[in-house]
């Protein structure tokens, strides 16, 4: 495809998009808005703001989820603290909980607008950012487009390219490169993912590591976790956690495994979607075993087989209760999930060997002894077992993976630096407002 070729169909897709096929749009904008918002504030993800904007420099920080929004919550703290204010945009309203839960008033919380131009453009228009921060892999060719026609500088942090958003992107290359040329910079996660975006004509691309490794760790409510804790007793225990279809049989598999020679044993599971947690627990009774489930406040008995972590926020809690986290999305699904958290709250981490999205943490792990990958159920069960019965060997693991993280930290202040020369001038800005008399 030429250039020519490729700024056209951007063009196009720019001042015509989903507007101009109205079945399409409609399906694109209820598919992406379905369930993602709370009643009340739907209109926020067709652009209509539901508060004022404040005067003075505004930056605006994007966020999917749950995990960009714990790893950026450090950055907008940093940024808050020059001064500046901070619209902050996620997707979903479990990140919006997140979001007043770390931040509360500090940012201005919307959920994100649809990569529609309607809905684009009244964002914009309201909130006139001075500059746009995304976070890790949110390329909406609408919004990156619209921020390009307006002259707002683009920074992409965090950023990742998985091998099937690389791939895609590569079969394109002339419409990457007429999209990210939008981009003033981008600052990814490792240098695989550099080498990626300056092959789709991102430039300039520096890397500044993983923002998720300086985040806190996860926060826990201490009189739940001494009361899980009393509940257990001396019950030898093991996590699998953020785990995807198919992988809670495996685990439910590898609990009756494992039971027949540790008789005590007990197992959480914790699923990345919670709202299955009714047919993961149905699923596992049907095989004869007890399931507890956190959202009903069941006990903890001890006949209990399978704890089921069903709620959101709790992740701090259920891998303070372990030494051993299997880490899914790697068995049974493609991609893998973030392993930076069991290895800060100190478990000796297992994870299938699809772990595409997570490369660069997951090789700093293995290489320095803190995590293993396994192929299969009995592989799972085996590597366990061996973790139960060679508690030398599994605090080594722990202890290298404290140390990889420590290692890894640092990305924030790369990142901040990267981010300097477009936040200084708003800081300069915004002091000047003030002495005007600007509130």
Known sequence: ?????????????????????????????????????????????????????????????????????????????????????????????????????????????????????????????????????????????????????????????????????????????SIAEALFENLAHVVAQSEVDGERFRALGARPVTVSGNLKVDTAVPPVNNAELASLQRMIGSRKIWAAISTHQGEEAVVAQVHHMLKARHRDLLTIIVPRHPDRAAQIAAEIEKLGMKVALRSRGDQIEPDTDIYLGDTIGDMGLYLRLTEIAFVGRSLT??????????????????????????????????????AKLVRDKDMLAGAVNYLFNNPVERQIMIDAGLKTVEDMR?????TMTALEPFIQPLVLQARLSNREGWK
């Open 410 to 414: 640092g990305s924030l202040t790369r």
């Open 1 to 173: 495809m030429s250039e020519r070729w490729a700024r056209f169909v951007l063009s196009t897709y720019r001042w015509v998009g989903a507007a101009a096929f109205p079945i399409v749009g409609a399906y694109v904008a209820f598919r992406a808005s379905k369930g993602k918002e709370e009643r009340g504030r739907h209109g926020e993800r067709y652009g209509n703001a539901s508060v004022a904007r404040p005067s003075g420099p505004l930056i605006w920080v994007h966020a999917a989820s749950v995990g960009e929004t714990s790893a950026v919550t450090p950055l907008v703290e940093a940024i808050i603290d020059t001064g500046i204010h901070v619209v902050l945009t996620t997707g979903t309203v479990t990140s919006a909980k997140m979001v007043q839960e770390r931040l509360g008033d500090r940012v201005i919380h919307q959920y994100v607008p649809l990569d529609l131009k309607p809905a684009v453009d009244r964002f914009l228009t309201h909130w006139q950012p001075d500059l746009a921060v995304i976070c890790e892999s949110e390329i909406w060719p609408m919004t990156i487009l619209e921020l390009g026609t307006r002259r707002v500088p683009q920074v992409l942090v965090n950023g990742r390219l998985s091998d099937r958003s690389f791939a895609s992107w590569h079969r394109r290359a």
């Open 333 to 370: 699904a493609q991609g893998g999930q973030n392993p930076l958290e069991p290895a800060m709250l100190k478990s000796a981490i297992l994870s299938g060997r699809n772990v595409q999205n997570f490369r660069d943490s997951y090789q700093r792990l293995i290489k320095n002894g803190g």
